[in-house]
């Protein structure tokens, strides 16, 4: 007791968390050694699968079932957390540890309201009355900037919105004034406004209350945002750690390099000079799209026009509920429209139907976001890609040498000839997508999200093998997404949209520099770490 | 909330109508059988003929199929053939018997399975989850004239404690009640308690019982505040899928024990061709498995308050999400 | 072949193909492996291990009609086998392709086959049993019809559940906006994916399918009498067993655990289903 003062709050030591047999590699925490001092937010960052969520989830003395903490130690206030009883880490739990997690809703209890969600941590961790806990449980939700908390206590999880649960939950967090709060992936399943709330509600909590913030992320913007210092985590081993300016502004791990030369920048591309001749390749008149969901109409898409000259690309960035998706799914039919047409190559698809909209919708594919559910897990790579080809109508001899090419020419190995989408990687995948849907020689390529599921490092190599095909082969292409700093990269337009409109439309430069709509002013200052520019680091990447 | 009782209500009405006209068309569309039915085989052709004439049976089929449900509505469900009564005081007196038995088996059935659901899910993979898991397995698997045949052997043949038969001839007796309701017992649980089982694993390893763990919770605690409630909805709807199920299932153990219950009753009907009182009994028991259908729907929502009325209830899909 | 691969190493899967093999094999091989004629007396009713009048051994003993339990055991496993896969069959195909084409188009399609499929689960299964085989009488073909009217919309509810979900993939998405047929989508991509639930299905109901015929058997609306059936044969026995438990254990342990290696069979691969799509 006597070293307390000198030593952090937090002091992990040679953590090794092994994994069970049969898993990739050994270990999910490999020799994880860091202090974390009081009111400190450290941010631990990682690709999927670098045992970031394990560390997390290990210090809360919870290893996911399977995995045992192998040697090392986790000293929270000089009591080592990995040798420490069941009653004694429920003591902790709550109290002086807090955990906030990745679903604010599926955090949260469906069948309980919300204030007794948080009520229920003074029931185990204090002696309170019950009228002194539903004061402190009102004054908690005031807290974390909820507008009428009294109301809010008495809600259920499903009437509030994503990010009020997560208010809730990080009340719920802090009832007891813990010394630690885990934050893992706080904000990943919040939309870009909503996180740029959450992230400053959690750095002004951490500046009144001073408790330590260890925060888990696989996003350099949102570590530029909220980091004192910053860890990186690379398949469980820590290969960097320091202060947020030294690891952000000069990496010296190859693979923090890596990383960070892989976040896309704000900046807009040079846009390519305009060809005079250039015929509009798609054309999307008055398209619109209503839902009637328990008896209510809801506007998905409200008169969406634009037009898009080949070769060029489109950005749609918009929040989730904006529509984006629905305009994508509408467009290539596979919703039908309530009004509108879309032309590809001045070809009215809304004017098909049967047979010549078969071959008519071939002009234009999709590239999808999931790339797990995107293929179907009982057929090979071959035969989905030769399937694609035939019903592109090449005879079967000719599909199969096109399949060949096709994975020969988004970069993967023939041998991948006959394998099943399950033995492939996320990034794999997406390729496999892409060749899938220039099987059938698109005129536009719509891509919903295509990259969103994936890590930092593979989401650029997937950028550049589209822009790389594209070039190729002059394809046009509509880009679907909620990162303003992908589609920063990748288009010649954007398109902004909300609750199914579209709000702005213009040169990209134009709307990332000088944009007239207040909701575009927003979503532009909404993304994590702006004020952050990464070095160029283009010359160390492999 | 209004409005999905009464669109579930008409649906409900439509599908009573539409099972009546499929009753009616089985059993009465062959006029010849329905007259051979009622006078018996030794009744000559014109005796047929002329019983046919006199009861309207030569009117067209939708007319005859009308005026029998008129009839059917204002309570007039013709005489049984084989018992010499109305219908209408028949079944209600077998209904009761069954009642009984379905009651004292859903109440000694429900709790049992929910506590071996619940002991079974809340920890999945450990020696009593396999152990209970296997239990339910192998006594769904029994049918239920095996498993008279099976628990009769053991206690009425061996230990001497049971009567082997349950007609009640000379009045209402406990001790003959133990056989068929233990048969139903053994026969039931298992479903439930795999059902409760199946939904007590998914809420254990849920986000909001780790967020319960993670705020100081003990294992006891989680289970009883957290997990319980939300692992409930499930099977307390499917014990009112229950209800359709001991109907149909106490036929054969009611036959067994020669029980005058509601499926004996049924029974003898089918096997004397008694064609009235099998409608009657049919319809009896489309309603009470409609109804049931309906209450358990209702029962969801109530429990769920995540459910829009408006969305149509797929059970299997509201638990999966 | 994953699928396969899987079971063989459950044990309690392979304990239900086990009892599923021999069970096949027995019912194939009734005619060399029955002892006896299933039909003709040949002693009066016997206790289990007498002796024949012609010095054979009567291992299961005799029935009341002096025929050989054991060989009507053998040869009821093929009665039994025959009309429960034939029954399950024909629920099958009205089940999977009302449920395709209901789960895939969806709309006034779905909604009319959802009506006639919950129009017929309203009623309670041995109701709709007592009420067809009342109506057509008892044969065969008959409980193959009454088993697919009860079971099929079951069958259907399920086909149905995964169509609407697979409609909703991005690898239908994908093929649809490849200009592939309807007929393309739901054979290519949707089926594929329902195999293993379906296959679950299959075994679970094989396995009820055979306690039906027996219950039909056992409430004497079955197969008509001489034919050697599990059902009929505890019907037949069921006044006796109190003096005579043999008439009625034998073929009672043979049908539960026929039943209970289908549930086996069934359950490993609900979770087999369950494994793949969840990764």
């Not at chain 1, 509600?201 to 992320?217: Q, S």
């Not at chain 1, 988004?410 to 990687?425: C, D």
């Not at chain 2, 939904?199 to 009883?224: C, D, H, Q």
């Amino acid at each position: 007791m006597k070293g307390e003062a000198l030593s952090p709050l937090l002091r992990v030591r040679d953590l090794s968390v092994a994994l069970p047999q049969g898993a990739d590699r050994r270990f999910a925490v490999e020799g994880a050694s860091f202090d974390l001092a009081g009111g400190e937010i450290l941010c631990v960052v990682g690709e999927s699968g670098s045992g970031k969520s394990v560390l997390s989830s290990t210090i809360m003395g919870a290893a996911p079932a399977g995995l045992r903490v192998l040697s090392g130690s986790i000293l929270f206030r000089g009591n080592d957390i990995v040798r420490m009883g069941e009653a004694k880490l429920r003591r902790l739990r709550g109290n002086q540890i807090a955990m906030v997690f990745q679903e604010p809703m599926a955090a949260l209890n469906p069948a309980v309201k919300v204030g007794e969600q948080i009520e229920e941590v003074f029931t185990l961790h204090s002696r309170l009355v019950p009228r002194e806990r539903r004061q402190r449980v009102r004054a908690l939700l005031a807290d974390t900037r909820l507008a009428d908390p009294d109301r809010i206590a008495k809600s259920y999880p499903h009437q509030l919105s994503g990010g009020q649960c997560q208010r809730v939950v990080i009340a719920m967090a802090l009832a007891m004034q813990p010394a630690l709060l885990i934050a893992d992936e706080p904000t990943s399943a919040l939309d870009v406004t909503t996180q740029a709330q959450v992230l400053k509600l959690m750095r002004e909590l951490r500046d009144e209350h001073g408790h330590a913030v260890l925060f888990i992320t696989h996003d350099f913007g949102v570590v530029a945002e909220v980091a004192d210092r910053v860890a990186v985590m690379q398949a469980g081993r820590i290969v960097e750690i320091g202060d947020k300016r030294a690891v952000l502004d000069a990496p010296r791990h190859p693979y923090t390099q890596k990383l960070i030369a892989a976040v896309p920048r704000a900046e807009p591309r040079p846009s390519s000079a305009l060809r005079p001749d250039a015929e509009p390749s798609l054309e999307i008149v008055h398209l619109a799209k209503t839902y009637r969901v328990g008896g209510q109409k809801v506007t998905a898409l409200k008169d969406a026009s634009f037009a898009l000259d080949k070769g060029r690309t489109l950005g749609i960035v918009g929040e989730s509920g904006s529509g984006k998706s629905t305009l994508a799914r509408v467009a290539i039919r596979l919703t039908a429209a309530d009004r509108g047409s879309v032309r590809v190559a001045a070809v009215d698809l809304a004017k098909l139907g049967g047979k010549a909209l078969a071959r008519a919708r071939r002009k234009m594919q999709m590239i999808f976001q999931d790339p797990y559910g995107s293929l179907n897990p009982r057929h090979s790579i071959g035969s989905i890609l030769t399937r694609a080809g035939k019903l592109g109508g090449k005879p079967g001899s000719a599909a199969r040498e096109s399949a060949i090419e096709l994975l020969h020419l988004v970069g993967l190995k023939p041998e991948a000839f006959a394998r099943k989408p399950h033995e492939f990687s996320g990034g794999q995948r997406q390729r496999i997508g892409i060749a899938r849907a220039l099987a059938m020689n698109p005129e536009v390529v719509f891509a919903d999200e295509c990259v969103s599921a994936l890590d930092v490092s593979v989401q650029k190599q997937v950028l550049r093998l589209i822009a790389d095909l594209q070039a190729r082969l002059d394809l046009t292409l509509v880009f679907i997404t909620h990162d303003l700093r992908v589609a920063a990269q990748v288009s010649d337009f954007i398109a902004v949209m909300r609750q199914g409109e579209i709000v702005e439309f213009g040169a990209a430069e134009e709307v990332l520099k000088r944009p007239h709509h207040p909701y575009t002013r927003e979503l532009i200052a909404a993304a994590p770490g702006r004020d952050w520019t990464p070095p160029a680091l283009e010359t160390l990447e492999t | 909330m209004l409005h999905f009782i009464a669109r579930r209500f008409l649906v409900l009405l439509a599908t009573m109508l539409a099972v009546s006209f499929v009753v009616f068309a089985a059993l009465e569309l062959n006029i010849e059988d329905v007259a051979t039915h009622v006078l018996g085989q030794f009744a000559t052709a014109d005796q047929r003929h002329l019983w046919l004439a006199e009861n309207g049976y030569y009117d067209p089929f939708l007319y005859r199929y009308l005026r029998w449900l008129m009839h059917f509505l204002i309570g007039d469900w013709g005489r049984s053939i084989h018992f010499k009564e109305e219908v209408t005081t028949l079944i209600p007196y077998y209904l009761k018997n069954t009642a009984m038995l379905a009651g004292i088996s859903l109440a000694v059935m429900t709790p049992l399975a929910l506590l071996l659901g619940v002991l079974a899910g809340m920890r999945e993979g450990s020696a009593l989850d396999r152990m209970i898991s296997f239990f339910a397995i192998a006594t769904t698997s029994i049918p239920q004239f095996a498993s008279a045949v099976f628990l009769s052997g053991i206690f009425v043949f061996w230990l001497h404690l049971l009567p082997g038969a349950s007609p009640m001839t000379s009045g209402f007796a406990w001790r003959e009640l133990v056989m068929p309701v233990l048969v139903l017992v053994l026969a039931g649980t298992g479903y439930l308690t795999r059902m409760t089982r199946a939904s007590m694993v998914e809420v254990m390893s849920s986000a909001y019982v780790r967020t319960a763990r993670m705020k100081g919770n003990s294992f006891a605690r989680v289970v009883l505040r957290h997990a319980l409630r939300n692992a409930m909805v499930t099977p307390v709807t499917v014990v009112m899928l229950y209800i359709p199920w001991l109907l149909a299932n106490v036929v054969v153990v009611e036959v067994f024990f020669a029980y005058r219950g509601f499926g004996t009753l049924l029974y003898t009907a089918s096997l004397q061709h008694d064609v009235f009182l099998i409608e009657g009994c049919t319809m009896v028991a489309v309603v009470a498995v409609v109804s049931t259908q309906l209450f358990s729907d209702l029962a969801y929502v109530w429990l769920n308050p995540r459910v829009t009325f408006d969305a149509p209830s797929e059970k299997t899909a509201g638990a999966a999400a | 072949m994953k699928t396969f691969g899987a079971l063989l190493r459950s044990p309690s899967a392979l304990f239900g193909l086990a009892v599923g093999a021999v069970a096949l094999m027995t019912a194939l091989f009734a005619p060399l492996l029955a002892p006896h004629d299933p039909l003709q007396t040949i002693t009066p009713l016997a206790l289990p291990g007498s002796v024949a009048p012609d010095g054979s051994h009567l291992w299961l003993g005799a029935d009341f009609l002096g025929r050989d339990i054991l060989s009507r055991l053998i040869w009821g496993t093929r009665t039994v086998l025959l009309w429960s896969s034939l029954s399950t069959a024909a629920s099958f195909s009205v089940g999977v392709s009302m449920g395709l084409l209901a789960g895939y188009y969806g709309g006034k399609l779905d909604t009319a086959l959802s009506f006639i499929a919950n129009t017929l689960l309203a009623f309670p299964v041995t109701v709709l049993y007592i009420i067809i085989i009342t109506s057509f009488g008892a044969s065969g073909a008959n409980i193959v019809i009454a088993v697919t009217f009860a079971s099929a919309p079951g069958v259907f509810r399920i086909m149905r559940a995964i169509a609407l979900d697979m409609r909703n993939r991005d690898f239908v998405a994908a093929a649809i906006t490849q200009g592939e047929s309807a007929l393309a989508v739901m054979g290519r991509e949707i089926l594929p994916n329902a195999v293993t639930p379906l296959l679950a299905d299959l075994c679970l109901r094989l396995g009820y399918t055979a306690i039906t015929v027996g219950v039909l058997g056992f409430l004497g609306l079955g197969l008509p009498p001489p034919t050697p059936d599990w059902g009929g044969m505890v019907a037949e026995g069921k006044n006796m067993a109190i003096a005579f438990p043999h008439l009625v254990i034998f073929p009672c342990i043979a049908i539960s655990l026929l039943m209970l290696a289908m549930s086996l069979l069934s359950d490993a691969l609900q979770q087999i289903a369950k494994g793949s799509s969840r990764a």
